[in-house]
């Protein structure tokens, strides 16, 4: 055996590396950093720990609240994945639930007597084009006056709350009520039921599906390639000749799409109205999902009800033990960071 061969190292193994052990590694560590916040709060984060467990999976109401909080994640997250995936920096989800579901309220509203059943999928056409209205005009304020994306996302994301505010403080409100929201809407309206005799709405199916025909667009058309292209590279998409403008308006209108359905499905199949500030948090929660999930559709899935279910069962452990609102808010972001370290990877590989 010559020299070289015998100072050669060793191989390391295979797992080492892997995003399974990245991902217990991450949960590990989160469990160590959050475990001795808790414990400087005062609380025994064993007993935290079991409450966050309990509270999301403890009983099938639990699980039940946490996959309706998932659909409106899940599909503000594909649309969000998919604007990053071709170089669209997307951060007006928020604004685009609240126009969707501000539009889906109104007709809600205004034609359950005249539509009778035809109100519903009505609601949600106009959730659809709520949506998807607020984000062409984001697109159209970037491509025609080279506003950054962000900034035009972001500045929307104000004025759509607003709206929804002064609707709520005035046609549409609910006289007495005590706080900004709209008369319950009628039965016919209401989004039907999953399983039979429980609170779960057919929204966490038709997230799913949406990620799946995502994926399918994205991996399996010509439409997805030029996405994926213009994203990888904006000097091979030009030389290949597409249309950045093309993609920009396309990209968009499905982001909008997806979160007016969002936004629909949360005023139409868990609040049964509109409420002020019903959609604060989904945009942002939406872009952290999509980021958490490398900018794929499907892997979306998994990272919503993580994210959902941990937010469920933190509120819960929250009112179980009495741990402040800030240290919660601190708990949830820390185990999402520990878990975008381990799966943030190859974000955008063609």
């Known amino acids: 055996m010559s020299a070289s061969a015998a100072t050669v190292p060793p191989r390391r193994p295979a797992w080492r590396g892997t995003l399974a052990l990245r991902v217990v590694q991450s949960?590990?560590?989160?469990?160590?950093?959050?475990?001795?916040?808790?414990?400087?709060?005062?609380?025994?984060?064993?007993?935290?720990?079991?409450?966050?467990?309990?509270?999301?999976?403890?009983?099938?109401?639990?699980?039940?609240v946490g996959l309706n909080k998932a659909a409106p994640y899940m599909l503000a997250g594909v649309g969000v994945?998919?604007?990053?995936?071709?170089?669209?920096?997307?951060?007006?989800?928020?604004?685009?639930?609240?126009?969707?579901?501000?539009a889906a309220a109104v007709v809600a509203l205004a034609g359950a007597g005249a539509l009778g059943a035809a109100v519903l999928p009505a609601a949600m056409l106009a959730g659809i084009l709520g949506g998807a209205a607020w984000a062409a005009i984001a697109a159209a304020i970037h491509l025609a006056r080279g506003v950054h994306e962000v900034l035009v996302t972001l500045m929307?994301?104000?004025v759509a709350w607003l709206i929804v505010a002064e609707f709520l403080h005035g046609p549409m409100g609910e006289i007495d009520a005590g706080f900004?929201?709209?008369?319950?809407?009628?039965?016919?309206?209401?989004?039907?039921?999953?399983?039979?005799?429980?609170?779960?709405?057919?929204?966490?199916?038709?997230?799913?599906?949406?990620?799946?025909?995502?994926?399918?667009?994205?991996?399996?058309?010509?439409?997805?390639?030029?996405?994926?292209?213009?994203?990888?590279?904006?000097?091979?998409?030009?030389?290949?000749?597409?249309?950045r403008t093309r993609s920009v308006l396309g990209l968009m209108l499905v982001s909008g799409v997806l979160s007016g359905i969002a936004g629909a499905i949360e005023v139409l199949g868990v609040h049964y109205r509109l409420i002020e500030g019903f959609s604060l948090g989904f945009g942002f929660n939406a872009i952290a999902i999509a980021l958490l999930a490398t900018l794929k559709p499907l892997w979306v899935i998994p990272a919503a009800l993580f994210f959902a279910f941990l937010e469920t069962g933190a509120?819960?452990?929250?009112?179980?033990?009495?741990?402040?609102?800030?240290?919660?808010?601190?708990?949830?972001?820390?185990?999402l960071i520990f878990a975008l370290c381990a799966v943030g990877r190859g974000a955008r590989k063609v």
């Open 27 to 64: 949960v590990v560590w989160s469990l160590v950093i959050t475990g001795l916040l808790i414990l400087m709060a005062g609380k025994n984060p064993l007993i935290a720990y079991q409450h966050i467990i309990l509270g999301a999976f403890g009983t099938w109401d639990r699980v039940v």
């Open 315 to 335: 509120l819960s452990m929250q009112r179980q033990i009495g741990i402040p609102s800030s240290l919660v808010l601190v708990i949830q972001g820390l185990s």
């Open 81 to 102: 994945a998919l604007c990053f995936r071709g170089n669209v920096a997307n951060m007006g989800a928020e604004g685009q639930i609240a126009m969707g579901g501000l």
């Open 180 to 243: 900004p929201q709209t008369p319950m809407f009628e039965n016919v309206a209401w989004l039907p039921k999953l399983v039979a005799r429980s609170d779960l709405h057919v929204g966490i199916a038709i997230a799913v599906l949406a990620a799946v025909a995502a994926h399918v667009v994205l991996w399996h058309t010509v439409t997805g390639f030029r996405w994926r292209l213009a994203g990888a590279s904006d000097r091979a998409s030009h030389y290949a000749g597409l249309s």
């Open 156 to 158: 929307m994301n104000f």
